[in-house]
Every structure is written in structure tokens, then in C-alpha cells.
């Protein structure tokens, strides 16, 4: 059964970088789109962007400029870097797989997710 | 940008039907997911593409999508089904959640 274990520093002064990485357990890492979403407390789901197996990256436009995502496939993991954070990044920040087919152009529902990460922006 | 329309709360009695609506513009004629979310918990799919149910998820739950609105339907709602739950559909390469329903059985 596939699983997504994910880490990183929790607690960051405002202007520092937030560095997530999400690894892959027990399934297959190619042929998946691997995201970020995060929820600020008492919030909804916000759509951080993705990454594939081959490295192709999309972004949420009004994150896009702060924003970078890496793959490695050797370890099965990605990584997620948020730079510049403030206050408003405070959020839980989650990794998800989806499936998308690109002959059909079906995007999957995020059908694995990672059990979260606390991350606190605070001086 | 596309936006997709949830109402905050949604209370429905023990064992009768719950009925979350998500709308959005010609929704009809995109994929909707669905998702549940208890306090501390990450989100779960309970219904993806419409109508299909993933594995593990009960038949009380389906789902509907016509026109301009999508439905997720909770049929003999059951106290463990309180939760969060939020709809999400894909438009020009970007992922659209709604702001999410809270469902209360009373």
C-alpha cells in the first residue's frame, strides 16, 4: 500500500525558507503527479503546485515566484521549497499523488496523501 | 480564474440525507472530486470523476453533476460522518478546491 511520509522544520521567522520533503513508500513513483497543498488554521485547501516523475513543474500562479519544487527519483521523494515566508504561510502543508492521462486528459483526484506538516511562521 | 461555490454548513439529522451542493460555472462539464476532512486528519476522496466511489468508501455516498451545480449525497447520515468536506475540479492546469462545507449531524 502506497504511502506518503513527509518532514520539515515546523517553526520559521518570517523571510526564511520552508523546505518540505515527501517521500514514497510501497508503490510506484513513475506515471503520478506529486503535490503540495496547504491549509492555513481554521481554513480550506489551497494548491500549492506539482511534480511528475519526468521533473515537469506547474505552479500556482500567486505562489509561482516564491515557489520551488525538485524530484528525486533514486530515494522516491520531492521536495518543496517556499521562500521569502510570512505569516500567511502559516499553514499545515500537505503532499498528494494524482493520476492524470495525458491521451485523455483526465485529471485524477488526489487519491494518497501525506499526513501533514505543521509549519509556523512566527518572529 | 474559475471559482467553485460551497456553503459553509450543512446539518442534517441522524439517518436522514445530507445533500452538499458545489457550484460552479458549466461545472457539468468538468471531473468533480470530493473530499472528507475530520478535525487533525488529512482529506480523504470519497468521490472522484462525478459518481465513482473509491474502495472502503460506503454506498450511502454519491455524487452528482448537472448544469451548474455538483452534489455529494450522504444518504442514512450517520454521526461519524461529520466532517468537512470540500469539492475540487481542474481548470487550465490548475487545481480549484471549494471552500468547503462543514456538515453537522444533529
Known amino acids: 500500500q502506497v504511502q506518503l511520509q513527509q518532514w520539515g522544520a515546523g517553526l520559521l521567522k518570517p523571510s526564511e525558507t520552508l523546505s518540505l520533503t515527501c517521500a514514497v513508500y510501497?508503490?510506484?513513483?513513475?506515471?503520478?503527479?506529486w503535490t503540495w497543498i496547504r491549509q492555513p488554521p481554521g481554513k480550506g485547501l489551497e494548491w500549492i503546485g506539482e511534480?511528475?516523475?519526468?521533473?515537469?513543474?506547474n505552479h500556482s500562479p500567486s505562489l509561482k515566484s516564491r515557489v520551488t519544487m525538485s524530484i528525486d527519483t533514486s530515494r522516491n521523494q520531492i521536495s518543496l521549497k517556499l521562500s521569502s515566508v510570512t505569516a500567511a504561510d502559516t499553514a499545515v502543508y500537505y503532499c498528494?499523488?494524482?493520476?492524470?492521462?495525458?491521451?485523455?486528459?483526465?485529471?485524477?483526484?488526489?487519491?494518497?496523501w501525506g499526513q501533514g506538516t505543521m509549519v509556523t511562521v512566527s518572529s | 480564474s474559475y471559482d467553485l461555490t460551497q456553503p459553509l454548513s450543512v446539518s442534517v439529522a441522524l439517518g436522514q440525507t445530507a445533500r452538499v451542493p458545489c457550484g460552479g460555472l458549466?461545472?457539468?462539464?468538468?471531473?468533480v472530486h470530493w473530499y472528507q476532512q475530520k478535525p487533525g486528519q488529512a482529506p480523504v476522496v470519497v468521490m472522484f470523476?462525478?459518481?465513482n466511489r473509491p474502495s472502503g468508501i460506503p454506498e450511502r455516498f454519491s455524487g452528482s453533476n448537472s448544469g451548474n451545480t455538483a452534489t455529494l449525497t450522504i444518504s442514512r447520515a450517520q454521526a461519524g460522518d461529520e466532517a468537512a468536506y470540500y469539492c475540487?475540479?481542474?481548470?487550465?492546469?490548475?487545481?480549484?478546491f471549494g471552500g468547503g462545507t462543514k456538515l453537522t449531524v444533529l
Open positions: 510501497g508503490g510506484s513513483f513513475s506515471g503520478y503527479y
Open positions: 458549466n461545472i457539468e462539464t468538468k471531473n
Open positions: 475540487q475540479v481542474w481548470d487550465s492546469n490548475t487545481v480549484i
Open positions: 498528494a499523488r494524482y493520476y492524470h492521462d495525458v491521451l485523455t486528459a483526465y485529471y485524477g483526484s488526489f487519491d494518497i
Open positions: 470523476r462525478d459518481t
Open positions: 511534480i511528475n516523475d519526468r521533473g515537469r513543474i
